[in-house]
Protein backbone atom coordinates (compact mmCIF):
# COMPACT_ATOMS: atom_id res chain seq x y z
CA UNK A 1 0.00 0.00 0.00
CA UNK A 2 1.19 3.77 -0.73
CA UNK A 3 2.31 6.00 2.16
CA UNK A 4 3.10 9.71 2.10
CA UNK A 5 6.17 9.07 2.20
CA UNK A 6 8.40 12.47 3.16
CA UNK A 7 5.17 14.72 2.99
CA UNK A 8 3.95 15.85 5.80
CA UNK A 9 1.89 19.16 4.98
CA UNK A 10 -1.82 18.08 6.41
CA UNK A 11 -0.06 18.73 9.82
CA UNK A 12 0.19 21.93 9.20
CA UNK A 13 -2.58 23.00 6.22
CA UNK A 14 -5.47 20.97 8.20
CA UNK A 15 -6.86 21.74 11.94
CA UNK A 16 -6.74 18.85 14.42
CA UNK A 17 -9.63 19.27 16.91
CA UNK A 18 -8.04 16.96 19.62
CA UNK A 19 -4.72 18.63 19.63
CA UNK A 20 -6.63 22.20 19.53
CA UNK A 21 -3.98 22.81 16.34
CA UNK A 22 -5.71 25.43 14.36
CA UNK A 23 -5.27 25.00 10.19
CA UNK A 24 -1.86 26.83 8.98
CA UNK A 25 0.17 26.13 11.86
CA UNK A 26 3.01 23.14 11.89
CA UNK A 27 1.81 20.46 14.66
CA UNK A 28 4.10 20.39 17.68
CA UNK A 29 4.48 17.05 16.55
CA UNK A 30 5.12 16.98 13.39
CA UNK A 31 8.68 16.09 12.16
CA UNK A 32 8.40 18.46 8.96
CA UNK A 33 8.98 16.30 6.02
CA UNK A 34 9.70 12.73 7.93
CA UNK A 35 6.35 12.34 10.06
CA UNK A 36 4.76 12.31 13.52
CA UNK A 37 6.75 11.96 16.26
CA UNK A 38 3.59 10.44 18.44
CA UNK A 39 2.73 8.40 15.75
CA UNK A 40 1.71 5.33 18.14
CA UNK A 41 -0.85 7.50 20.06
CA UNK A 42 -1.84 10.27 17.34
CA UNK A 43 -5.21 11.54 17.61
CA UNK A 44 -8.06 9.58 16.36
CA UNK A 45 -8.64 12.51 13.63
CA UNK A 46 -4.99 11.77 12.37
CA UNK A 47 -5.60 8.19 12.04
CA UNK A 48 -7.69 8.11 9.56
CA UNK A 49 -7.39 11.27 7.68
CA UNK A 50 -6.24 10.34 3.64
CA UNK A 51 -6.13 13.09 1.43
CA UNK A 52 -7.78 12.67 -1.55
CA UNK A 53 -4.31 12.19 -3.37
CA UNK A 54 -2.84 9.50 -1.32
CA UNK A 55 -6.86 7.82 -1.62
CA UNK A 56 -6.15 7.84 -5.91
CA UNK A 57 -2.48 6.12 -5.04
CA UNK A 58 -4.48 2.94 -5.03
CA UNK A 59 -6.04 3.23 -8.47
CA UNK A 60 -5.04 2.16 -11.62
CA UNK A 61 -4.79 6.02 -12.98
CA UNK A 62 -3.28 7.64 -9.36
CA UNK A 63 -2.32 11.25 -9.35
CA UNK A 64 1.18 12.49 -10.15
CA UNK A 65 3.81 13.00 -7.90
CA UNK A 66 4.17 16.40 -8.71
CA UNK A 67 0.91 16.74 -7.45
CA UNK A 68 1.44 15.71 -3.69
CA UNK A 69 0.37 18.20 -2.00
CA UNK A 70 3.84 19.16 -0.47
CA UNK A 71 5.39 19.79 -3.74
CA UNK A 72 1.81 21.12 -5.08
CA UNK A 73 1.36 23.36 -1.72
CA UNK A 74 -2.51 22.54 -2.15
CA UNK A 75 -4.20 19.33 -0.05
CA UNK A 76 -7.37 18.00 -1.75
CA UNK A 77 -10.48 16.95 0.16
CA UNK A 78 -13.92 16.03 -0.48
CA UNK A 79 -17.34 17.74 -0.16
CA UNK A 80 -20.93 17.08 -0.53
CA UNK A 81 -20.83 13.39 0.17
CA UNK A 82 -17.61 12.99 -2.30
CA UNK A 83 -19.16 14.81 -4.99
CA UNK A 84 -17.52 17.75 -4.95
CA UNK A 85 -13.60 18.84 -3.88
CA UNK A 86 -12.03 21.59 -1.85
CA UNK A 87 -8.78 22.82 -2.06
CA UNK A 88 -6.67 23.90 0.99
CA UNK A 89 -4.07 26.31 0.46
CA UNK A 90 -1.43 28.16 2.71
CA UNK A 91 -2.12 32.07 3.00
CA UNK A 92 1.94 31.91 2.37
CA UNK A 93 0.72 30.39 -1.11
CA UNK A 94 -2.87 31.26 -1.99
CA UNK A 95 -3.09 31.01 -5.42
CA UNK A 96 -1.09 27.09 -5.57
CA UNK A 97 -4.18 25.15 -7.25
CA UNK A 98 -3.65 28.11 -9.80
CA UNK A 99 -0.47 26.88 -10.68
CA UNK A 100 1.42 24.08 -12.93
CA UNK A 101 -0.17 20.89 -13.82
CA UNK A 102 -3.04 22.00 -10.89
CA UNK A 103 -5.05 24.18 -13.07
CA UNK A 104 -5.35 20.93 -15.93
CA UNK A 105 -6.48 18.53 -13.28
CA UNK A 106 -8.80 21.35 -12.19
CA UNK A 107 -10.35 21.76 -15.58
CA UNK A 108 -10.97 17.89 -16.32
CA UNK A 109 -12.83 17.60 -13.17
CA UNK A 110 -14.72 20.67 -14.12
CA UNK A 111 -15.68 19.13 -17.13
CA UNK A 112 -17.12 15.88 -15.68
CA UNK A 113 -19.59 18.35 -13.43
CA UNK A 114 -17.27 18.52 -9.93
CA UNK A 115 -17.28 21.83 -8.08
CA UNK A 116 -14.31 23.06 -6.20
CA UNK A 117 -14.13 25.75 -3.31
CA UNK A 118 -10.68 26.86 -2.35
CA UNK A 119 -10.01 27.35 0.98
CA UNK A 120 -7.61 29.53 2.61
CA UNK A 121 -7.71 29.68 6.47
CA UNK A 122 -11.51 30.83 7.21
CA UNK A 123 -11.92 32.00 3.86
CA UNK A 124 -13.98 29.93 1.24
CA UNK A 125 -13.60 30.29 -2.44
CA UNK A 126 -16.02 28.99 -5.26
CA UNK A 127 -14.05 28.80 -8.44
S1 LIG B 1 -1.37 15.72 2.65
FE1 LIG B 1 -1.95 13.66 1.93
S2 LIG B 1 -0.04 12.75 1.16
FE2 LIG B 1 0.50 14.52 2.43
S3 LIG B 1 0.87 13.67 4.48
FE3 LIG B 1 -1.28 14.32 4.40
S4 LIG B 1 -2.43 12.50 3.79
FE4 LIG B 1 -0.27 12.12 3.30
S1 LIG C 1 -0.41 14.44 15.76
FE1 LIG C 1 0.97 13.64 14.24
S2 LIG C 1 -0.32 13.07 12.47
FE2 LIG C 1 -1.51 14.46 13.81
S3 LIG C 1 -1.17 16.53 12.98
FE3 LIG C 1 0.33 16.18 14.60
S4 LIG C 1 2.16 15.41 13.54
FE4 LIG C 1 0.42 15.19 12.13
Redesign the pocket.
Known sequence: MY???S?????K??GVEELEKPRNLWCQHCKIGEGCTIYETRPESCRV??????KTQVLENPMPLAL???KSRV?IGTANKGEDLILYVGPDRPDAWNKGGFREFITNFQKKGVNFTVCCGEIMTKI
Request: aromatic share 16%; glycine share 0%.
Open positions: NCDCTICCFMYECVWLRPDV
